[in-house]
């Protein structure tokens, strides 16, 4: 059997496995009554704080590409940020 028709029976039935396990993926998530979020995982305050921070973090990050400021002020944004 050349190596070509094998590799096709493989990736036939590698194919239609992944297809059932989407399939009754799909079924269990109907059967729940609602798609799992990846936000429900039960993120609590810590995390909720954790975002915040990374958010402040990326406001300062793109203000320090966007404007034009001296390389003193740069140096004094970039030292606040690592002390956080």
């Known amino acids: 059997m050349p190596w070509s028709i094998a590799f096709m029976v493989v990736a036939i039935v590698l ?5 059932r396990v989407a399939k ?4 269990a998530i109907a059967r729940q009554g609602h798609a799992p979020s990846p936000w429900s995982d ?11 921070a990374l958010r402040e ?14 390389s003193h002020d ?11």
């Open 57 to 70: 973090r990326v406001q300062v990050l793109e203000r320090l590409v966007t404007d034009n400021h001296s």
């Open 74 to 84: 740069l140096d004094r944004q970039i030292e606040q940020l690592r002390d956080r």
């Open 24 to 27: 009754e993926r799909h079924r």
């Open 42 to 52: 039960g993120a609590g305050p810590v995390q909720n704080d954790e975002v915040k």
């Open 15 to 19: 194919i239609t496995t992944l297809g």
